[in-house]
């Protein structure tokens, strides 16, 4: 599988031919699940990979849905690798017995509510019943300037672990965590589920991890940007790969950009990338972050990652520590409430430096530390720039480190 588009506005990678997309069927449409229950079809809410969402119940279909349904052309493959997870690891009995086990008010792994296959036209379809969410985190992120607050992040770090150790307990793993794919309860702003499980593996059946296989067939599975170290390898997905494209996701959400992020055309040139910051995580935070606001429990956490073997199971609450501390060292606590507002402890405001340049000032910010900068001529007369100064400008686009270097 080709690795799929950036992560901006959850672009998908494109549909290979022989896939169809679902038709859009009618309001009011039922459709009966394998256990005889009947669902009835609002209108179409969206689009997922190569199906339709609907809403739905079993009861109404106003816009109060408690449900939706996911329908695509029976022959399609996507939903049929998602539902072989939903049907074994996320029963509704499966998730609240681990729930109490633990001790905790709530999991974001959706609940499985049944599925079928529905005839239409001389088409079949394959369709999931599954509850409602409301938006995802890649649109808060947007909205959020592409930062959000350290406390926030920590948070979701927390929720993810639980949901990562719940996955990786029922022998599963998701391989493509990232804020398009985690959603916000539709009832509940301080909830959020982590959705779409086309590409989760499963890395253990019957408690027999799989080994690790290169495959040069495979390499650069995922989301390019955040995919681990063994996709890039062609790799099967692992419990270490998940917390990797965890810890690649809380960073991008602190600082705004990963380091490889302007070249995700070139999969190779990530997966160097990458590599050369699992080697020096010191370098890969400081490129991130003002080293005056270093986040220590990043540190921390990708160098626990780092130090997994493939088939080894992570220490989760060594992990929830290293993010509880964090909180600690901001003077928060985990207050379960997902706030997105920014707070004082963030990673810093944007840094802005004014230089003369004849008669022309160059205004150069970085909204988004150490990473790229913004240049504005601020002229005193008509003249404006002349070309050594529009030549210094353009060996400071993409990075904010040592810019005045070249004036």
């Known amino acids: 599988m080709p690795p799929k588009s950036k992560a901006d506005g959850a672009k998908k990678a494109r549909a290979p031919a022989k896939r169809k997309l679902a038709e859009e069927f009618p309001p009011g449409e039922v459709l009966t699940d394998n256990a005889k229950k009947k669902w009835k079809l609002g209108s179409a809410v969206g689009q997922g990979g190569f199906g339709l969402l609907y809403l739905d119940s079993s009861g109404s279909v106003g816009t109060d849905a408690s449900y939706v349904i996911k329908v695509e052309p029976s022959d399609n493959g996507p939903l049929f690798s998602e539902l ?15 729930m109490n086990s633990r001790k ?19 088409k079949r379809y394959r369709f999931m019943v599954m509850d409602r969410f409301g938006v995802d985190l890649q649109k808060k992120f947007e909205e959020n300037g592409k930062k959000f607050p350290r406390k926030l992040v920590l948070q979701l770090g927390l929720r993810l672990l639980d949901i990562l150790e719940y996955i990786h307990d029922h022998e599963y793993v998701h391989a493509d965590i990232k804020a ?10 301080n909830q959020v589920y982590l959705v779409d499980y086309g590409l989760a593996y499963r890395y253990s059946p019957e408690g027999v991890p799989k080994e690790y296989k290169e495959d040069p067939k495979r390499c650069h599975d995922g989301t390019i940007e955040f995919t681990s170290i063994d996709a890039h390898k062609g790799v099967a997905p692992s419990r270490r790969g998940d917390l990797e494209i965890m810890g690649y996701c809380m960073i991008q959400w602190l600082c705004g950009r990963l380091p490889w992020e302007d070249k995700l055309q070139d999969p190779l040139y990530v997966r160097d990338s990458k590599l050369r910051c699992r080697d020096n995580i010191d370098e890969l935070l400081k490129s991130c972050f003002p080293s005056e606001n270093l986040p220590e429990e990043m540190k921390k956490f990708m160098q626990e990652v780092k130090a997994l073997e493939y088939t080894d199971k992570p220490n989760y609450a060594k992990l ?25 402890n963030d990673t810093g405001p944007p840094s802005i430096k004014v230089r003369g340049a004849g008669p022309c000032q160059l205004r150069v910010t970085c909204p988004l530390p150490l990473l790229y900068v913004i240049i504005e001529p601020i002229c005193s007369t008509q003249q404006g720039l002349d070309g050594n100064h529009e030549a210094a400008i353009g060996k400071m686009e993409g990075r904010c480190e040592g810019v005045w270097g070249g004036l």
């Open 180 to 189: 398009s794919n985690l959603l916000l309860s539709y009832t509940n702003p």
């Open 84 to 98: 072989k997870f939903y049907m074994r690891a996320a029963k509704p009995s499966l998730i609240g017995a681990w």
């Open 320 to 344: 929830r520590g290293i993010l509880l501390q964090g909180l600690k060292t901001i003077g928060a606590t985990d207050d379960r409430k997902l706030d997105f507002g920014v707070s004082a």
């Open 104 to 122: 905790i008010d709530y999991l974001g792994v959706p609940k499985y509510w049944g599925s079928g296959f529905h005839e239409k036209g001389g």
